[in-house]
């Protein structure tokens, strides 16, 4: 243990010495360009607070549950400053690289059993880095889950997937029935009575756009349905009229309908791609 010792020793001590000596590399490396515009000042209190928890998580015998907290709070503070996952391992491997790049490094095991001692550290070390990346990678994933959740809110209300002991598919068939209804009852009175000179006919587009987000790709048939009957209402109640407006309108309805669900495609997509997954909250 004493080869062991020696190296949390040469880490504590020398601590200041490695970080400046990694927040001078990671600015300059060309795997970490999202590091280049930050200041030493910023950076090396990122190493330092690595080197500091080196002991405790070296020597632990839960180094995995030691470990977990800090890398936590390590991903945390990375991605708040928007640097990408591979950068942040990248910057963690150089802290790692530093430790051993340290010129006393080089005079700290000298005899056979000392190089033994020596293998032993190199082991645990990278054990502890690996935990490292496990957990950091964790975090990350969450910390992106979360950031799409939060920049869905809006989205997600009007999806009707915040609410999870509701029965949103059931509400959703209702208050399409009732838009509809509202819809072709609101054509009626535009047509038969106010000569289909309103601007009520623009109402039909809320349907129209929440189909699209609720049913994706089979939402364009409330706008094709919407459409059909905009035309024949304007060939029962207004024979001889222009018939381009309708026309112009029933195109958008299914230009609309057929962006917002492809639109919607997407935002599933990338939740399916960003969905955290389980995962062991520890290695076996």
Not at 14 to 37: E, L
Not at 141 to 170: C, F, H, T, W, Y
């Amino acid at each position: 243990m004493s080869g062991s010792l020696k190296l949390v020793n040469l880490i504590e001590s020398h601590a200041d010495s490695i970080a400046w000596q990694w927040a001078r590399d990671v600015k300059r490396n060309p795997r970490t360009p999202s590091y280049h515009h930050l200041a030493e000042e910023t950076l090396v209190p990122m190493a330092m607070r690595f080197y500091d928890h080196f002991r405790q998580m070296f020597f632990t015998d839960r180094p995995a549950d030691v470990s977990q907290q800090y890398f936590a709070r390590y991903a945390e503070e990375h991605h708040g400053r928007n640097i990408p996952l591979d950068e942040a391992l990248y910057a963690l491997i150089m802290m790692r690289r530093h430790i051993w790049l340290y010129a006393e490094f080089q005079t700290i095991f000298i005899s056979a059993v000392e190089q033994k001692q020596a293998v032993d550290s190199l082991v645990r070390t990278i054990l502890m880095f690996d935990y490292a990346i496990f957990f950091i990678s964790g975090r990350y994933q969450e910390l992106i889950q979360e950031g799409i959740e939060e920049k869905l809110g809006v989205v997600n209300v009007l999806r009707m997937k915040n609410d999870p002991g509701a029965r949103p598919e059931s509400s959703k068939v209702l208050i399409m029935t009732a838009l509809i209804i509202g819809a072709i009852l609101l054509t009626y009175y535009n047509y038969s009575v106010l000569g289909g000179n309103s601007i009520y006919s623009h109402l039909l587009y809320i349907p129209v756009v929440l189909a699209g987000i609720w049913w994706k790709k089979r939402g364009i048939i409330v706008a094709a349905g919407l459409g059909a009957y905009l035309l024949m209402s304007h060939l029962l109640f207004m024979k001889g009229m222009p018939f381009m407006d309708d026309m112009i309108r029933t195109a958008m309805f299914l230009i609309i309908g057929t962006i917002v669900a492809f639109l919607s495609e997407g935002i599933a997509g990338a939740e399916r791609i960003y969905r955290r997954q389980p995962t062991a909250s520890r290695f076996s």
